[in-house]
């Protein structure tokens, strides 16, 4: 198993490029609400939909965290790498962390949240072609910066979503290659990792590669979705080894977040406007159950994350050509 320790970035040397090998850290660590329903009606005391801050020239949204201890949701932009956040009973989201350069950040991907609080994002193409910018941050939830990273040994790395494992730490998936990245804090130094490389097992194909990441209930191993193949993959949390999961023939191409509640886990088909439900077992290596629904047709969602007890699914307008239009938002059970 490769295990390569990544270069980071100093917050105050970003312009400058990669400062040093460390960041210091002074912190620790979806239908009622389709397209043409009930715009912001309540459910059970909740909106329906949360509205998004946009650019006047369009913009675009992929990526959602959640904080169950504060009741809180974060959205990544796609279209200038802003973060946004919102409150489970606001119907009104805010712009949190401002982008267009900021920290380094020109867009942002998958985003989570750890008990802590503290918030991952993932760069996607950020640093490709450009050394000097980071490939994923982590913020505290005061929104105070405690590191920007370059993930080791892949200059092309494009990483996509981020979960949180059974140690605690953040592992981030790579679409240009079969890898996942760790990023965790010693003390309060901040560092990433190589820390699964599946190139013997996962062929790397043209589109997106690694995407959708959760953990199995037994919290022994990570359910990974390959989104151009339509294939789910079990990475195991004690040593990263690769399996292919039995999917029964189910096309899950176009799969990109996934979510789990027990035993049920939900594959969200972006482009494909489609969503697979399946139960899945403890330790992540089998599937059964299948069944695949349309989802809005004037949607494309693109991930989803359970907040109170309520699934809060990301509209991306990623098929909205050249420009996209307002309402950007956020949908509560958008599939009943």
Avoid at 121 to 135: H, S, V
């Amino acid at each position: 198993m490769k295990r390569i320790i990544a270069t980071a970035l100093a917050a105050a040397s970003l312009a400058a490029g990669i400062a040093t090998a460390t960041v210091t850290t002074g912190a620790g660590e979806a239908s009622a609400a389709e397209r043409g329903g009930h715009g912001h009606g309540q459910s059970q005391g909740r909106p329906d939909r949360y509205v998004l801050p946009g650019d006047a020239a369009g913009s675009r949204f992929e990526g959602i965290g959640v904080d169950e201890r504060r009741s809180l949701f974060y959205v990544s932009e796609v279209t200038g790498g802003e973060i946004h956040r919102g409150s489970s009973r606001d119907a009104q989201a805010e712009e949190w962390l401002a982008g267009d350069g900021t920290d380094g950040r020109y867009t942002a991907r998958g985003v989570t949240v750890d008990r802590a609080g503290n918030v991952y994002i993932a760069g996607g193409p950020n640093g490709i072609g450009n050394p000097d910018r980071p490939d994923l941050w982590v913020y505290s939830h005061d929104g105070e910066l405690l590191a920007a990273l370059r993930v080791p040994g892949t200059p092309d790395a494009f990483l996509n979503d981020v979960a949180i494992g059974a140690d605690g730490a953040a592992y981030f998936t790579n679409s240009n290659a079969p890898q996942i990245f760790r990023v965790a804090a010693a003390g309060d130094v901040w560092s990433a990792e190589l820390w699964a490389d599946a190139s013997g097992t996962i062929d790397r194909v043209a589109g997106f590669n690694l995407g959708g990441i959760v953990l199995s209930a037994d919290r022994s191993a990570f359910i990974v979705a390959q989104g151009n193949t339509g294939a789910l993959w079990r990475f195991a949390t004690a040593d990263g080894s690769v399996s292919a999961i039995d999917t029964q023939g189910a096309d899950l191409v176009n799969a990109d977040g996934l979510v789990r509640q027990g035993n049920e886990l939900t594959v969200i088909r972006n482009f494909s406007k489609a969503v697979a439900t399946m139960r899945v077992s403890a330790d992540g290596d089998s599937v059964r159950r299948i069944t695949q629904r349309a989802s809005d047709p004037e949607r494309v969602y693109t991930t989803a994350k359970i907040l109170n007890g309520r699934l809060l699914a990301v509209d991306s307008k990623f098929d909205e050509q050249p420009a996209p239009s307002g309402p950007y938002d956020v949908v509560g059970s958008p599939w009943g």
